[in-house]
């Protein structure tokens, strides 16, 4: 716990960022100012503990070895942010922290237990590897790695060999839970930024979507199954729902494609 203490004290040398500030520190990383990542960076390093204590309640591993995989989903994530996202730095790189973090508890659940003193290498050539990440923005070579840590090359490549271990998807972890390491396997499509981007073009739409009349809202809703209907009405179903006739309704379904595609270039040009 005073390693973590004295690591809660050293951040009180970065100070939060407002809005603005993260907007200015985009477009300086747009640029490719890498200074302007390590303050993005540093100034953000309060959420990864924040998540690091949550995530220790439920998960019997060290706050600190969560804390060093979370600032690489730090890392990530200040790396892929852009202003034109139009939200927190810290609320799209939470997903990024907990990812890192999953994929962690993944990576340390093993069914051959390793000797202690090889647990003990691996953990100084991943201390020395997240280092070199935060600070430069990319994994030490190994050369880097020997001379950092006063060991052969060979040596090196030997202890990254002992992390590269058998484990078996149905092995409980080591907490309450009941949870296998099947459960907290990361989902190798998943992408945060992706996933982020596609719910920002669906709330576009939707903003587009409610600039246009009534009727023609709920056709557009209808015939492109905003909702996520099992059945898609036609149009003779939507013309009797709303009192017109089958051709008014393919009319109002162009009408409103027309504008939002107007509106849409409007926006981009």
Known sequence: MELLQDY?????????????????????????????VQLLVQSNLRLVVSVAKKFSASHKFSIMDLIQEGNMGLMAAANKYHYSFKTRFSTYA?????????RFVY??????????????????????????????????????????LGMEQ??????????????????E???????????LLPDSTYNPEEMYLEEEKRQEIRKMLN?????????????????????????RELSDSLGVSAETIRQMELR???RMRKTVKEVTA
């Not at 600039?211 to 898609?232: C, T, W």
């Open 211 to 235: 600039m246009l009349p009534e009727k023609e809202q709920a056709v557009i809703y209808s015939r492109f199954n905003f909702d996520g209907e099992l059945h898609v009405p036609t149009l």
């Open 154 to 171: 060979e040596k090196v490549a030997e202890i990254l060999a002992y992390s590269y271990t058998v484990s078996s998807l149905d092995i």
């Open 256 to 258: 409103a494609v027309r």
């Open 173 to 183: 972890c080591n907490d309450e839970s009941g949870s296998t390491v099947g459960d």
């Open 8 to 36: 809660l004290h050293s951040l009180n040398a970065y100070k939060l960022l407002d809005a603005d500030e993260e907007i200015a520190l985009s477009k300086r990383i747009e640029n490719g100012d890498k200074k302007a």
């Open 94 to 102: 939470y997903t990024w922290i907990l990812q890192y973090m999953l």
């Open 107 to 148: 990576g340390k659940t093993s069914v051959i237990a390793l000797p202690h003193r090889k647990e003990e290498l691996i953990r100084r050539v991943n201390t020395v590897q997240s280092m070199y990440v935060q600070q430069y923005g990319r994994e030490a070579t190994l050369f880097e790695l020997a001379e950092n």
